[in-house]
RNA sequence: GUGGGAGUAGCGAAGCUGGUUAUCGCGCUGGCCUGUCACGCCGGAGAUCGCGGGUUCAAGUCCCGUCUCUCACGCCA
């Protein structure tokens, strides 16, 4: 019996010298097509890699006029022999550069229309554009890299859990609502006409039952949905490693953290990360790096200008340390070739005014002397503040003051962020670093209440459990993130697991008790039935695939593109579309009279 | 929700202060080519300049409206 098709020998990335002879059958796409008469050559592609096809000169009509056939992205099978390249056409740059394929027969598997854009490493068509073509987008090399960092990384994830004790579970994802702070995506049930289902933001609820339930230790790759507008690096469907252990505290799941990125990073990109991460709390933080996710891959830092308030005569600097707000200077550093014009200085203002600063106020440094500026408001006291802020010669003093210590911080941060890009600082590599000791409480404004920074199912550090209600503002929780690079990739905490504490939890976020036990009744039951202490944490994969990828957009390392994931949303109304799945799938169920 | 940017051939772009045939590269297409590898060379087709309105002798260019995309903020960790 004849075979329906050429199946293949050999893919397209692992022939070499030694498969000199061999005789081999390639299936795979055409990528290349560089016809000369008499001779044609053909790179052709599949996800292993890209071997050069060969029409040589002594083809017979039917493989001339076959070859002559093919365009680009076509799909086909190659039979033909290996051999070696001639001495000086070896071409370095392929793995499979030594060898080519000698076609004896070609064979059209299937045709292509003319591609709406190029298949190649990195593409430059639009972003709209590659999407509704995702399935050749992904067909380049550049995302193919991708989708297999993704894999290797998720892979190593689990190969470290399987040595462990840790269970792999699932948890369920048409629920009631977790409530992690963002929106539902919501699901109408068929069962319960008028009633819905939420799909959850994280498996928070659920890790905690397992903990109940005694599984000690538990591990999943979870999907989590939130309804918010994405971004470059945030998704409405994104995936997280989620994972909860039981009778720790937070040294030990820090501590898992550091042993299992230790070792993933060691076999996905064989980087060696240092055996601890480096701590800051949160204030020092915000403080020095005018973020809570810094990027420490340069060193940059913010400093307290409060010192320099007490030798001016600038009254809105006076006016601002009166009422208790916050005064922030960094030096930006003199750097050859790099002039810090009035309209880079305008633009440093710029990016920090979009974070609340009203403005940025600057003097240069020259000769031991200050210029420009607001040098003016420091009259005879150059000394002063050269010794202060350390500048010298060439160097620029920035200084922000907001009556909000937050907002001139995170001002002086998104600065400091420019200025590391601007002036080329940034470090190739990864640093990590925990942010620890945050705020368990911020008051929203708009709602006039206090509500969790984070969950409310975070414990308050001990020496705070007393006295939260007197002023939830100062107390710090058993909160902690993962911060790579400037992106948070991980955020974690101990759990409180005990129903008083969470009900004076719940009020203080202006949920009263009966609210509370209508949405989490089910966890507050549990916690009547012996909880064990326990906390954990929960990784974004996609953002650090992302981060590996040399910040790729979030859309090039997961499978899916943009809006809900797969699909933009349909216009009909559930029911209309329930009535026409079902219609659908009666006609899929019934065989056709042909077929039966 | 607020603000910035963009929409010109299948794709990516150019088109300065309005001026008569809208340019370039890739792709497509016809031909030539025995060693290419982003092959090369010669020719060709392909655009009511997002859409609607206005100003003007004249609009891709200026104005108003509108839609779409995109980035930042808000929101969200």
């Not at 538990?218 to 009778?247: K, V």
């Not at 204030?283 to 790096?289: I, K, L, R, V």
């Not at 408001?377 to 909000?404: C, P, Q, R, W, Y």
Request: net charge negative; aromatic share 10%; with cysteine.
């Amino acid at each position: 019996m004849e075979e329906a098709f050429m199946k293949r020998t050999a893919n397209c990335g692992e022939l070499r010298a030694k498969d000199e002879g061999k005789e081999v059958i390639l299936n795979g796409w055409v990528h290349r097509d560089r016809n000369h008469g008499a001779l044609h050559f053909i790179n052709l592609r599949d996800r292993y890699g890209m071997t050069q096809v060969v029409v040589d000169d002594d083809a017979d009509a039917e493989l001339v006029k076959r070859a002559s056939e093919l365009k680009l992205e076509y799909c086909i099978a190659v039979k033909g022999k290996v051999r070696k390249r001639p001495e000086s056409m070896v071409n370095k740059e392929m793995p499979t550069g030594e060898i080519e394929v000698k076609a004896e027969k070609i064979e059209i598997l299937s045709p292509s229309d003319t591609l709406p854009f190029m298949i190649e490493d990195e593409t430059n068509a639009k972003e709209d554009l590659r999407l509704k073509y995702r399935f050749l987008d992904l067909r380049s090399k550049g995302m193919q890299d991708r989708i297999r960092l993704r894999h290797e990384f998720i892979k190593a994830i689990r190969q470290f859990f399987y040595k462990t004790d840790f269970y792999e579970i699932e948890t369920p994802t048409l629920i009631r609502s977790t409530p992690e702070g963002a929106r539902d995506f919501l699901v109408p049930s068929r069962i319960y006409p008028g009633k819905f289902f939420a799909l959850p933001q994280s498996p928070q609820l659920y890790k905690q039952l397992l903990m109940v339930s005694g599984f000690d230790k538990y591990f999943q790759i979870a999907r989590c949905y939130r309804d918010e507008d994405p971004r470059g690096d945030r998704q409405l469907e994104f995936t997280q490693l989620d994972l909860e252990m039981s009778f720790v505290t937070r040294e030990d799941i820090l501590d898992l953290m550091e042993k299992l990125f230790r070792e993933v990073f060691k076999k996905v990109v064989n980087v060696e990360l240092p055996e601890h991460f480096k701590r800051l709390s949160y204030h020092d933080a915000m403080n020095t790096y005018g973020s809570d996710k810094p990027d420490l891959r340069f060193s940059l830092e913010i400093k307290d200008g409060l010192p320099l308030v007490d030798i001016t005569s600038f009254q809105i600097l006076k006016d601002i340390k009166e009422k208790n707000g916050a005064v922030k200077f960094l030096v930006a550093p003199k750097k050859e070739g790099f002039d810090y014009t009035r309209k880079y200085l305008a633009e440093l203002e710029e990016s920090a005014k979009i974070y609340g600063a009203s403005a940025l106020y600057f003097m240069k440094a020259e000769d031991g002397k200050l210029q420009g500026g607001i040098s003016k408001f420091f009259e005879g006291k150059n000394d002063e503040v050269l010794s202060i802020t350390g500048a010298k010669t060439g160097d620029v003093i920035l200084v922000i003051a907001h009556e909000n210590w937050k907002k001139a911080c995170n001002s002086m941060g998104a600065v400091r962020s420019k200025l590391g890009a601007d002036l080329n600082l940034i470090k190739k590599g990864f640093e990590f670093c925990w942010i620890i000791d945050f705020p368990l409480f911020e008051y929203n404004e708009d709602e006039g209440h206090w509500e969790a920074a984070h969950h409310m199912f975070s414990m308050p550090q001990s020496e705070y459990i007393e006295t939260l209600e007197e002023d939830p503002g100062r107390v710090k929780g058993d909160l902690y993130d993962l911060v790579l690079n400037g992106y948070e990739v991980a955020s974690g905490s101990i759990r409180i697991h005990d129903v008083e504490l969470q009900k004076r939890i719940f009020r203080i976020c202006n949920i009263p008790d009966d609210m509370a036990e209508e949405r989490f009744g089910f966890l507050l039951n549990a916690f009547r039935f012996s909880p064990p202490p326990h906390g954990g944490i929960a990784p974004g994969i996609d953002r650090i695939c992302m981060i590996i990828a040399d910040q790729s957009s979030i859309k090039e390392v997961i499978a899916y593109p943009k809006n809900t994931a797969a699909m933009s949303p349909m216009d009909e109304s559930p029911a209309e579309v329930e009535q026409k799945q079902l219609d659908e799938l009666s006609i899929m169920i019934k065989p056709k009279k042909d077929e039966a």
